[in-house]
């Protein structure tokens, strides 16, 4: 069994949004051609997607080549839209949760899903969480490394991982809104480097700002291997440890206690870089994950895994499927 806990998936169509909420910033659809769409922005390519991240038969097809037997859906990170007017926010999430619910409910043994909130109006992504999971069916939701001005540390955000621990809500936490500009504007740095570093402050965010602590039972899985934190967990440690004037202000706990209460997914595209990962966050946390279906993803998903000669085949298992059911709180049984 393979369970992909990272692939993303969009409506075929949606309103035009600039007519509905009246103003510009949003991202819509232009079907130019058959099996392949532009993602618009202002009047602007942002990136052109094929039919596999909107027909979910497409998507089927796909996953039964290559092996894949769930994939759990999230929307583009692009469409988070915590820069826009809250209300707005909540309608064009509850657009993208209803069409997901539908995909799930027509696919339940292939597809699970995980909604998306207006997380800059905090009471407002409580209620869109209590209805993802209470009426949708979703075992959690997809939230982005920061809000905004808040990183995932803030106060503010409280109520939302209340919420998530009394509902049993996982969070996958995906980069976005990274700099694009400067010397960050070449060479697809925004992807190659700009992720990792905003994966990496989420984290960073939530242990010293004392999120593990205040919210025990909260499930949290960050996606891309938890970008640079695996391999500079030893920096981070051993700084809060020689200026806790700077880095235990909120938190007085070395961080290296919290290896092994959250999850990344596996997607390190690196033999090295996947046995330190699952060494560090713990055996029993990496989840596969494949960014499907796009280009810096795994293109053969579990391939990296299956690959490892020193893992076996129950730790392999544990990766590719085991660790996922118990991030989502699902059992084997119903996805056999």
């Given at each position: ?117 207006p ?23 997809q ?30 936490v995906?980069?976005w ?24 402050i ?27 934190f ?5 920096r ?96 084997r049984?119903?996805?056999?």
């Amino acid at each position: 069994m393979r369970i992909d806990i990272h692939s993303h998936i969009l409506p075929k169509e949606w309103p035009d949004l600039k007519k509905r909420y009246g103003y510009g910033g949003w991202v819509q659809l232009d079907h130019h051609c058959k099996g392949q769409a532009k993602m618009m922005k202002d009047g602007k390519v942002f990136r052109v997607i094929q039919e596999n991240c909107w027909d979910p038969e497409v998507r089927i097809k796909e996953m039964d080549l290559s092996g894949v037997t769930v994939q759990v859906l999230s929307t583009v990170p692009v469409m988070f839209s915590y820069w826009a007017k809250p209300q707005d926010t909540l309608d064009l999430a509850q657009i993208l949760n209803n069409d997901l619910a539908a995909t799930v409910k027509k696919y339940p043994k292939r597809f699970i899903g995980l909604g998306t909130l207006p997380l800059q109006a905090p009471d407002l992504a409580v209620k869109e969480m209590h209805r993802c999971v209470n009426e949708l069916g979703f075992p959690g939701v997809q939230i982005g490394s920061h809000v905004n001005e808040w990183d995932l540390n803030a106060p503010e955000l409280y109520d939302i991982y209340a919420a998530a621990e009394q509902l049993n809500c996982c969070l996958f936490v995906h980069p976005w809104d990274m700099q694009t500009d400067g010397r960050m504007s070449k060479y697809w740095f925004p992807w190659l480097i700009g992720m990792p570093a905003e994966t990496t402050i989420a984290i960073c965010s939530m242990i010293m700002g004392g999120i593990f602590e205040k919210f025990p039972k909260l499930k949290v899985c960050f996606a891309h291997g938890g970008g640079a934190f695996p391999y500079t967990v030893g920096r981070i440690a051993h700084g809060f440890n020689m200026r806790p004037d700077l880095c235990a202000v909120d938190n007085k706990v070395d961080p290296r206690k919290y290896l092994g209460s959250f999850y990344t997914d596996s997607l390190v595209h690196d033999h090295g870089a996947l046995r330190l990962l699952t060494s560090v966050i713990g055996e029993d946390k990496v989840i596969l994950g494949t960014d499907y279906p796009f280009p810096l993803g795994e293109l053969e998903p579990g391939k990296l895994i299956d690959s490892m000669e020193d893992f076996d085949n129950k730790l392999k298992d544990k990766l590719k499927a085991g660790n996922a059911l118990e991030f989502l709180g699902l059992s084997r049984k119903q996805f056999e």
